[in-house]
């Protein structure tokens, strides 16, 4: 696949990822209201999408070749 392509469609990709996080945060946000403590599966999902988001600015910034997920295996933390 075409260079320019790949990194067209982590640039879509990404700005719905960026959506996902605001809601789960939101989520997260709410749950320490009500339960006075984090959610560890919301914590570890955030975690992993963050290192994914990671992933895909240093491609599309140029500074790696490496594609992210869903190209290569899913990294958790």
């Avoid at 946000?29 to 290192?51: C, Q, S, V, Y």
């Avoid at 240093?58 to 997920?69: D, I, K, M, N, V």
């Amino acid at each position: 696949m075409d260079s320019r392509i790949t990194r067209y469609c982590f640039l879509l990709l990404f700005g719905f990822a960026e959506t996902i996080l605001f809601f789960s945060a939101a989520i997260q946000f709410i749950w320490m209201l009500i339960r006075g403590k984090r959610n560890e599966h919301i914590a570890e999902f955030g975690t992993d999408l963050g290192n994914w988001l990671a992933a895909v600015a240093r491609f599309q910034s140029g500074a790696s070749e490496e594609l992210p997920f869903p190209w290569e295996k899913w990294k958790q933390h």
